[in-house]
């Protein structure tokens, strides 16, 4: 009997980040990634590692999901609510599929991204938050939304973002697309919409960094764009906890006919 060939699925994944270092595999294994495979290898039969996965974005250590992306390649033919419910029960409880799609063998998770978006929420109180401890971000300090907007209007557009990239980043030029960065507030939550070509590692917390010293009053809003201007990481305000972060998701072309929303995006203030 020939062999099947293998087939390109496509996975929407919501999880929280505080129990892992991060979406990539890692020799101790407690990252998101590690946790998926395992979980896939146990509903497809397959020894663990059999089956691998590319992201759309790899997360930072605390760092949340709402619809993370991945794609996989799989002889096994099951429906895709089978491969979201099967997996979904070799899965801890911080981790969940939430959609299955087949897609042609030529999308890829990562490089047929037409952009990817990340969401802040903080919590401005005089007291540090409790129930939602490694969910928000947390300021004592009043911030001032007009102010805020004015700094981040500095920042749309392409340019060299290296003030707000980390030493360690990987990527190979600074360079990127910020399309739009939305602030809003609901009740004591501030939320910050960014949406962008693709990301530096630890650009959206060093930019929130900077938007809360602007918030707060440290800096003017012009302040932004020396520091953007200045291409040096020293320039920018201390790069922000990743408590509070969520990768809303990439975006990919409607031909891909892949969900771009989650229940879990509907909760968030």
């Not at 974005?57 to 760092?63: E, K, M, N, S, Y």
């Not at 419910?85 to 299955?100: E, K, M």
Request: hydrophobic letters at 45%; glycine letters at 10%; one cysteine or more.
């Amino acid at each position: 009997m020939p062999e099947r060939e293998p087939r390109r699925l496509a996975l929407g994944l919501s999880y929280r980040g505080q129990a892992y270092h991060g979406w990539q595999s890692q020799p101790g294994g407690r990252t998101v990634q590690d946790a998926l495979q395992r979980a896939l290898a146990a509903f497809a039969d397959e020894p663990p590692g059999a089956i691998g996965t590319v992201c759309a974005g790899r997360t930072d250590a605390g760092v949340h999901a709402l619809n993370q992306v991945v794609h996989l390649d799989t002889v096994l033919v099951r429906e895709p609510y089978s491969w979201v419910r099967g997996t979904n029960r070799h899965l801890p409880a911080d981790i969940a599929v939430q959609w299955c799609r087949p897609v042609a063998a030529g999308f890829h998770a990562r490089n047929s991204a037409r952009g990817r978006r990340y969401r802040f929420v903080i919590l401005e109180s005089p007291v540090r938050p409790a129930l939602e401890q490694g969910l928000v971000g947390w300021v004592f300090r009043p911030l001032d939304g007009d102010a805020m907007r004015a700094a981040a209007a500095h920042l749309i557009g392409e340019h060299d973002f290296s003030a707000f990239r980390a030493a360690d980043c990987q990527s190979p030029t600074p360079v990127k697309t910020l399309h739009a960065i939305d602030i809003g507030r609901r009740g004591a939550y501030w939320r910050f919409d960014f949406d962008a070509s693709a990301f530096l590692y630890h650009m959206v917390r060093n930019i929130v960094g900077c938007l809360v010293a602007v918030g707060s009053g440290q800096h003017a809003p012009g302040w932004l764009a020396d520091v953007l201007a200045a291409r040096s990481r020293e320039a920018a305000a201390p790069t922000f906890p990743a408590a509070g972060l969520y990768f809303v998701g990439p975006y990919y072309d409607a031909a891909w006919n892949l969900p771009g929303h989650t229940p879990a995006m509907d909760w968030l203030p």
